[in-house]
C-alpha cells in the first residue's frame, strides 16, 4: 500500500455528462499528477499540480480539468464524456518540483462511460 | 512513432532463468528512464529509475541506459513465478511533469 487514495473506485456514467474523481496524496508529498490509462495500453500523463498549480499538461483537451487544495489531495473533472473517456484514472503522488524520481500510485479509479 | 516502444510480448521465461525487457525511446530531451511493473488489476509500482549511461543494480534487478542508442532494458535475474506482471518503462523531461509510458511488456514466469 502506497498510502495513496482514490475514490470512487468504479464510476458508470453517460455520454455527455461530467465526471469528478479524487485522490489523497501521501502524508508529506505537495505533487499530484493523473494519468488516463486504455486497456492494455501504458498510463498516459494529463496533468501535474505542484502546491496548488498546474505544472506541466499532457495532450488532453480542456475538458479534462482539475484543482489541488490546500492539503495536495487533488481533483480530476472530466466535461462532456465520450466513450473513449472510458479507462482506469490514476494519480500519482510525489515530493517536490523538478525532477521527480519516485511516484507512487493510487488503486486508480475505473470510469465507464456508456 | 510512438515516444516509448516496448514488445508487447507476452515474454516467458522459466524460474530461476534471466528476463531481459527492452524500451526504446524516440525524445531525446527524456532525461530520466524508470521501470514500473504492473500486476492484472492494479496500479503501477515502481522497480527502479535511471539516468546515467550505464547499469543500475538493485537486488534482482539491473537497469541499462545507452542514450546514444536511446535505449532502455531491465533485466530480472534468478525471475520468480511472482515476477509474472506486465512491466512498464517510462521517460521524463528535466521537470518531470511529463511522464511517458509504453505500452508494457507482459512477462510470464513459469514454474
Known amino acids: 500500500e502506497t498510502g495513496v487514495t482514490q475514490s470512487p473506485t468504479h464510476l458508470i456514467k453517460t455520454r455527455g455528462q461530467q465526471v469528478t474523481l479524487r485522490c489523497s496524496s501521501q502524508s508529506g508529498h505537495n505533487t499530484v499528477s493523473w494519468y488516463q490509462q486504455a486497456l492494455g495500453q501504458g498510463p498516459q500523463f494529463i496533468f501535474q499540480y505542484y502546491r496548488e498549480e498546474e505544472n506541466g499538461r499532457g495532450n488532453f483537451p480542456p475538458r479534462f480539468s482539475g484543482l489541488q487544495f490546500p492539503n495536495y489531495s487533488s481533483e480530476l473533472n472530466v466535461n462532456a464524456l465520450e466513450l473513449d473517456d472510458s479507462a482506469l484514472y490514476l494519480c500519482?503522488?510525489?515530493f517536490g518540483q523538478g525532477v521527480i524520481y519516485e511516484q507512487y500510485f493510487g488503486p486508480g479509479t475505473r470510469l465507464t462511460v456508456t | 512513432q510512438k515516444e516509448v516502444e516496448q514488445n508487447s510480448g507476452p515474454l516467458s521465461v522459466p524460474e530461476g532463468a534471466i528476463a531481459s525487457l527492452n524500451c526504446t525511446y524516440s525524445d531525446r530531451g527524456s532525461q530520466s528512464f524508470f521501470w514500473y511493473r504492473q500486476y492484472s488489476g492494479k496500479s503501477p509500482e515502481l522497480i527502479m529509475f535511471i539516468y546515467s549511461n550505464g547499469d543500475k543494480e538493485d537486488g534482482r534487478f539491473t537497469a541499462q541506459l545507452n542514450k546514444a542508442s536511446q535505449y532502455v532494458s531491465l533485466l530480472i535475474r534468478d525471475s520468480q513465478p511472482s515476477d509474472s506482471a506486465t512491466y512498464l518503462c517510462?521517460?521524463?523531461?528535466?521537470?518531470?511533469?511529463?511522464?511517458?509510458f509504453g505500452a508494457g511488456t507482459r512477462l510470464t514466469v513459469k514454474p
Open positions: 517510462a521517460g521524463s523531461n528535466y521537470n518531470n511533469n511529463d511522464m511517458r
Open positions: 500519482a503522488s510525489s
